[in-house]
Each structure stands twice: as structure tokens, then as C-alpha cells.
């Protein structure tokens, strides 16, 4: 494991097609069931005795860091609609939701 995020080998990847509905929610779900799949697909490999593989994927842009994500969250009124949309679709998320700032007051988003 290398001290700095997303930046050692790739053990493996698994990929699933994103679909133009797909809210955070179902993305999530989607994430958490390839996880599994490929977890096992690994453990197997290393409960035989075998060596952990090593996928021909590398990164391909830095991490997030925290402060860019939480910036995501927060929507201002110089956004076009098309971008306001695409925020509500990417966070909203039982008790995590996009923001609006204004002079320090916070409006949050209800669905």
C-alpha cells in the first residue's frame, strides 16, 4: 500500500455501464455489488495460494480531495440549469444535499 491515495498498482477493475437515469442512489448500489463480485474474485485467487494480480489499469487523474468534493454540494446562481440538474443528480443523497449559498445563509435542497 503506497502512503499517498490512488497512486500504487491496480489489483483490479471491474467496469458497469452508468445509465442516463442512474441517480447517486443507484450508482452506490451498483458500486457495492461489482464490489463484492470482485471481492471474491480476489480472495479466491489468494485463498488458493496465489499472488494478488496486478490489472494493466493505472490512474488516470488525482484524487478528489476533500475540499473539492464538499464543493460539489454547492450550487450558485450564476450555473446554468443543466449544471444545477447535473449537481442534484450527482449528491442528493438521503441526509446529503446540494446548497445554496448566499451571504453566509445556507438553502439546502429538498427533494
Excluded at 15 to 36: A, E, G, R, V, W
Excluded at 71 to 77: D, G, N, V, W
Aim: glycine residues 2%; proline residues 6%; hydrophobic residues 40%.
Amino acid at each position: 500500500m503506497n502512503p499517498a491515495v490512488d497512486s500504487g498498482f491496480i489489483i483490479a477493475v471491474k467496469k458497469f455501464s452508468i445509465l442516463p437515469n442512474d441517480d447517486i442512489k443507484m450508482l452506490l448500489q451498483k458500486t457495492y455489488d461489482n464490489q463484492l463480485v470482485l471481492f471474491y474474485e480476489v480472495m479466491s485467487k489468494v485463498a488458493l495460494g496465489l499472488e494478488l494480480p496486478i490489472s494493466n489499469e493505472t490512474w488516470t487523474r488525482k484524487p478528489f480531495t476533500r475540499k473539492e468534493f464538499n464543493e460539489l454540494f454547492c450550487i450558485s446562481p450564476e450555473m446554468d440549469e443543466k449544471e444545477v440538474q447535473r449537481r442534484i443528480r450527482a449528491v442528493s443523497y438521503k441526509n446529503w444535499q446540494p446548497f445554496l449559498d448566499i451571504h453566509g445563509f445556507k438553502f439546502e435542497y429538498k427533494p
